[in-house]
C-alpha cells in the first residue's frame, strides 16, 4: 500500500512539472487584445469661416494631405498595439510641425508679436492629465504636457517655469523665431490696422478687447481623441491661441475639461473654438458628463452642447470625439472644421466643409 500511495504521489509531482505555469504578471497577459476590441482615432485642425469659395486647390491639397498623414501616423500607431495617448501625441506632433496649422510651427502672433503655446491631454483609464500655457520656446507643446502628466506631480504648469520644466526633461527647444511665418504675421498687421480704425472712430477712445476683427482669428488649433486595443481612451489639444491676445491670455485648449477631456467610462474630447465661452461651458467635459449621467450616445451629447448649449452663450467652435466602443463624433457649429477620423478597419474619412 504504501509503494502504490509512493508511487501515485510521484506521478502526480512530475506531472506537475510538466505543466505550463500562468504567469499573470507577465508581459503577455498584460498585453493580451480581445480579438473583437474595437479601436480608433479621430483628429481636428481647427473649426471656423472655412469655405471652399475661399481655398486654393493647392492649400485645399495640402490640408487634406496633412491630415491624411496626422490619421494614419496615428492609426498605425494604435494598429501595432500601441497606446492611445501615444497615437494622441503623434498625430499632433504631425500638426504642430505644418505652418498650415494655429499650433507650434504655425501659431498665431499676440499683439506684442510673440507665439504663446497652449496644450494639454488626458489619459481615460487613469484620469491623470498634464497641461501647459504660455510657453515661447518648447517645439512640440504637446510633449510638454505628456511630461508635466507623466513626470511631475502636477497638472499645468505655464511660461517659464514650463520652459524650464521642458529643458529639465530634455524636450527640444528652439529659438522663438522658429515659429515664425508670414501668413501668420499679416493676420496679426490686418487685425491691428483694423483696431486702429476702430479706435480713430470711438469717441471714448477705447478698443475693447474681444471685438469683432479677433473673433474670427482665433481658428486652427488641433487635437486629436483616440482608443487603443486595450479599450483605453486618450485625448490632447495644442494651440497658438487667439490672434491679437493681450495679457497672456489663455483659451480653452489647456484648461482639462474645456479644451480636453478622456474618461474610459465614456469618451475622449478634443475642442477648437471660441475658448473663453468653451472655458465656461466646460464643453469637453460636458459631453462625458451627459454620457454618464443621463445616458445618451456620444453623438446625442455632442450635439447638444455644441449646437445648443454654446450658441447659447454666444460661442462657437466644434470637438472630435471617440467612445468606449469606438464611435465617433466630428461636431461643429462653425462653416467648417478640419476633421479626419480613421476606424480599426482602416477606413479613412477626411472632411473639411460642412459636407466634405
Known sequence: MKKLVFSIISCFLIMSCDMPVKKENSKEVENTIPADQKFGLVIHGGAGTILKKNMTDSLEKAYRLKLEEATKAGHKILADGGTSMEAVTAAINIMEDSPLFNAGKGAVFTHDGTNELDASVMDGKTLNAGAISGVTTVKNPIDLAVAVMDKSEHVMLSAKGAEQFAQEQGLEI?????????????????????????????????????????????????????????????????????????????????????????????????????????????????????????????????????????????????????????????????????????????????????NN
Open 174 to 354: 528652439v529659438d522663438p523665431s522658429y515659429f515664425y511665418t508670414e501668413r501668420r504675421f499679416q493676420s496679426l498687421q490686418k487685425i491691428i490696422d483694423k483696431e486702429k480704425t476702430q479706435l480713430d472712430h470711438d469717441d471714448d477712445k477705447k478698443v475693447v478687447f474681444m471685438d469683432p476683427y479677433i473673433k474670427d482669428s482665433k481658428f486652427g488649433t488641433v487635437g486629436c481623441a483616440a482608443l487603443d486595443k486595450y479599450g483605453n481612451l486618450a485625448a490632447g489639444t495644442s494651440t497658438g491661441g487667439m490672434t491679437n491676445k493681450r495679457y497672456n491670455r489663455i483659451g480653452d485648449a489647456p484648461i482639462i475639461g474645456s479644451g480636453t477631456y478622456a474618461n474610459n467610462a465614456t469618451c475622449a474630447v478634443s475642442s477648437t473654438g471660441w475658448g473663453e465661452f468653451f472655458i465656461r461651458a466646460q464643453v469637453a467635459h460636458d459631453i462625458s458628463a451627459m454620457m454618464e449621467y443621463k445616458g445618451v450616445t456620444l453623438q446625442e451629447a455632442a450635439s447638444e452642447v455644441i449646437q445648443k448649449k454654446v450658441p447659447a452663450l454666444g460661442g462657437d467652435g466644434g470637438i472630435v470625439a471617440i467612445d468606449k466602443d469606438g464611435n465617433v463624433a466630428m461636431e461643429f457649429n462653425t462653416a467648417g472644421m478640419y476633421r479626419a477620423h480613421m476606424n480599426a478597419t482602416g477606413d479613412l474619412d477626411i472632411k473639411i466643409y460642412k
